[in-house]
T-cell receptor
Framework: EDQVTQSPEALRLQEGESSSLNCSYT??????LFWYRQDPGKGPEFLFT???AGEEKEKERLKATLTKKESFLHITAPKPEDSATYLC???????????FGAGTRLTVKP | NAGVTQTPKFRVLKTGQSMTLLCAQD?????MYWYRQDPGMGLRLIHY???????AKGEVPDGYNVSRLKKQNFLLGLESAAPSQTSVYFC?????????????FGPGTRLTVT
C-alpha cells in the first residue's frame, strides 16, 4: 500500500535559520511527488511537482529535491511569512488519486 | 478567475440529516476530487471524477455519494450524517493525467455533525 510519511510533525525556526522538511514514501511506480503549502483555514496551494530521482525545483526560499525513497523541502533563510503547514503527496502511474502525508507545521519566529 | 469555489463554508448537522456540498471550478479542468482533512491524518480522497458524467471511489468513500452532471461542478452528498463525518472537506480540480496533474484546491467546508 502507498505510504507517505512526513517529518518532523512540527518545526520552529528563527527567522534566517535554514532547515529541511522530509517526505519519505513507498509507492510502486511513482508518477509524481507534489509539495503543497497550506495556511490555517485555507485550502492547500500547489508549490512543486517532481517526477524523477535527482530532480530539483526552486521557488524563492524553497527548494525541493527527490530521491528514490524521499523528498526534501529545503527552506533557506526563512521569513515569518513562510509559516504554514507543508504537505507532500505522491501519485502512481495508472492511478488517478493522490496519497498525502500528514504535513509538517512550520513556524518561523521573527 | 474565481478558481475553485465551495459552498457552504460552514455547516452543522444533526446525526441522520442529509446535505450536499457544492464545488465549482472555472478553469475547464477535466478532473475533480473531494477530500476530507482530519487532524493528524492529512488529506484523504473520498471520491473523484475524470470527466463529466463519471465518478470513482477514493480511499474513504463509505457514507458519501457524488455526482458530476456538468464539467464545472462536482457535488458531494451525505445521505445520513454521522459524527465520524465531522471534518473539513476540500474540493480540488486538475487537468488530465497527461498535463501534470497539479491539483487546485477550494477554501474548504467545515462540517460538524452532532
Amino acid at each position: 500500500e502507498d505510504q507517505v510519511t512526513q517529518s518532523p510533525e512540527a518545526l520552529r525556526l528563527q527567522e534566517g535559520e535554514s532547515s529541511s522538511l522530509n517526505c519519505s514514501y513507498t509507492v510502486s511506480g511513482l508518477r509524481g511527488l507534489f509539495w503543497y503549502r497550506q495556511d490555517p483555514g485555507k485550502g492547500p496551494e500547489f508549490l512543486f511537482t517532481l517526477y524523477s530521482a535527482g530532480e530539483e525545483k526552486e521557488k524563492e526560499r524553497l527548494k525541493a529535491t527527490l530521491t528514490k525513497k524521499e523528498s526534501f523541502l529545503h527552506i533557506t533563510a526563512p521569513k515569518p511569512e513562510d509559516s504554514a503547514t507543508y504537505l507532500c503527496a505522491v501519485r502512481r502511474y495508472n492511478n488517478n488519486d493522490m496519497r498525502f502525508g500528514a504535513g509538517t507545521r512550520l513556524t518561523v519566529k521573527p | 478567475n474565481a478558481g475553485v469555489t465551495q459552498t457552504p463554508k460552514f455547516r452543522v448537522l444533526k446525526t441522520g440529516q442529509s446535505m450536499t456540498l457544492l464545488c465549482a471550478q472555472d478553469m475547464n479542468h477535466e478532473y475533480m476530487y473531494w477530500y476530507r482533512q482530519d487532524p493528524g491524518m492529512g488529506l484523504r480522497l473520498i471520491h473523484y471524477s475524470v470527466g463529466e458524467g463519471t465518478t470513482a471511489k477514493g480511499e474513504v468513500p463509505d457514507g458519501y455519494n457524488v455526482s458530476r452532471l456538468k464539467k464545472q461542478n462536482f457535488l458531494l452528498g451525505l445521505e445520513s450524517a454521522a459524527p465520524s463525518q465531522t471534518s473539513v472537506y476540500f474540493c480540488a480540480s486538475s487537468y488530465s493525467r497527461d498535463r501534470g496533474h497539479e491539483q487546485y484546491f477550494g477554501p474548504g467546508t467545515r462540517l460538524t455533525v452532532t
